[in-house]
Nanobody, 123 residues
């Protein structure tokens, strides 16, 4: 299943964006989903993850905790990432990835990465 992230854009510091992740197939073919980001010259890093069908399982990295919220819209078969109080250091290409969760750890699937979406936060 190929995933595609969308919803990125240019915002000012303190602004908000909502990213969406859709599966090219009919449904997500895994038990969990993670949002990653990659800034220029940096390695890709996990931002948040969630077990599909378990809203209480959302887990966030410290650098976005309290500002980002991951959620699932089962009716639309989409996973969203609400990003508030954005900072210039949040500037990156954001990707979504299927995988599985064991406790608070997210293990991405071995499938290829889908298309990301650019988020740019101006100071």
């Amino acid at each position: 299943v190929q995933l595609q992230a969308s919803g990125g854009g240019l915002v000012q510091t303190g602004g908000s964006l909502t990213l969406s992740c859709a599966a090219s197939g009919s449904t997500f073919s895994s038990t969990a989903l993670g949002w990653y980001r990659q800034a220029p010259g940096e390695q890709r890093e996990l931002v948040a993850s969630m077990e599909l069908g378990s809203p209480g399982s959302a887990d966030y990295k410290d650098f976005v905790k309290g500002r980002f919220t991951i959620s699932v819209d089962m009716a639309k078969n989409m996973v969203n990432l609400q990003m508030n109080n954005l900072r210039p250091e949040d500037t990156a290409v954001y990707y979504c990835k299927t995988g599985r969760r064991l406790g608070h750890y997210f293990y991405p699937s071995l499938t290829s990465w889908g298309k990301g979406t650019q988020v740019t936060v101006s100071s």
